[in-house]
């Protein structure tokens, strides 16, 4: 077995999943994946399954200290909950200082929708982090980065 497919293999024995057959990600044709088709790989699976980077961020101490940090300045009554208008500020701030498009409160709020939970319109410390880790991974694997061939077989 090649080092690039027991690296596969070992992510998804800890439960790492993959968008797609990793195998579509073979960009030289050539039916073995090297390591830097599997960083293509990781790097969709960490954008398209936010379970994923749950899963990586639990061993990251930087990503936990950015995620409380990024949290105590939203929640400046630490009333334990943010609302959609407190991030919605925040994140158009962040993507103003990341130097992204600003987002609109429509995008804010669908964003917010698909970890808000219990849907209750207010964001808990656990629902914030599971949206941020979601949005450093966003921010730091850019999709034009790659193609991918979803026809492909692996």
Request: hydrophobic share 35%.
């Amino acid at each position: 077995m090649s080092e690039a497919k027991s690296m596969v293999s070992k992510l998804e024995d800890r439960g790492f999943e993959f968008p797609c057959e990793v195998g579509a990600f073979d960009q030289d044709g050539d039916g073995n994946i090297d390591k830097q088709e599997v960083s293509y790989a990781v790097r969709a699976a960490l954008r398209e399954r936010p379970k994923n980077l749950e899963l990586i961020s639990n061993k990251l101490d930087d990503i936990d200290a950015l995620s409380r940090d990024a949290w105590n300045l939203i929640d400046g009554t630490q009333e334990g909950y943010i609302s959609i208008a407190q991030f919605s500020q925040f994140y158009v701030e962040l993507g103003q200082v990341m130097d992204e498009k600003v987002p609109t409160y429509q995008e804010v709020w669908e964003l917010t929708r698909k970890y808000d939970t219990d849907s209750d319109s207010f964001l808990t410390y656990d629902e914030f982090e599971l949206l941020f880790c979601d949005y450093l991974c966003r921010t730091a694997f850019k999709p034009e980065e790659f193609k991918v061939d979803s026809d492909s077989d692996a």
